[in-house]
């Protein structure tokens, strides 16, 4: 891809970005998660009741590399860590909402709230490398109960890429002591 169609993609309030994320980075992630979006919306079963809005996800990922941006000379950071990256992420899908419901038959009324929590579970899980089945194969009730109050908060509560690191940071550490004790 050109420089030119890159910089006309960024818009000229956002070349700035050029500076901080280099080369086809910004675009790269943008084609990543509309990837992700469309496997899961595949795997529901719900490509005929859900469209991506790209053009809304397109501001959620430079909204999030310009909070990035933001974060690195604040923090004196050259790279995110990955609870910032997800953190980050997330908030920025849940706000834009880049999921639109087509037909609302047999949708979730929060569906933006579901695809973003399944995109980012499975990422904490492989993370931590947590086992969430018991001995007989059965998901562990403390690991289903964490994913319902982190759906039920995404869905009715106030929350802020700060919130969601702290949960993120809190199945880490929830998963490094399950690790010890086992």
Wanted: net charge neutral.
């Amino acid at each position: 891809m050109n420089s030119e169609f890159y910089e006309k993609w960024l818009g000229k309030d956002y070349q700035f970005l050029l500076a901080f994320f280099p080369g086809e980075k910004i675009i790269s992630r943008f084609r990543y998660v509309g990837g992700q979006l469309h496997e899961l919306i595949f795997s529901m079963g719900l490509e005929d009741s859900l469209a991506i809005n790209y053009p809304l996800l397109k501001i959620a990922i430079i909204d999030y590399f310009t909070d990035l941006s933001r974060l690195k000379p604040f923090h004196g950071i050259e790279r995110a860590n990955v609870k910032k990256i997800y953190s980050y992420g997330t908030y920025w899908l849940l706000r834009r909402k880049p999921i639109q419901i087509l037909n609302a038959n047999n949708v979730p009324l929060h569906i933006n709230e579901e695809i973003a929590l399944a995109m980012l579970i499975p990422k904490l899980v492989e993370e931590t490398n947590v086992n969430t089945k018991d001995k007989d194969g059965n998901v562990k009730q403390a690991f289903l109960d964490y994913c319902e109050l982190f759906r039920y908060n995404l869905k009715y509560r106030v929350y802020t890429p700060q919130s969601l690191e702290l949960a993120i940071e809190s199945f880490f550490v929830a998963a490094e002591l399950a690790n010890i004790k086992s």
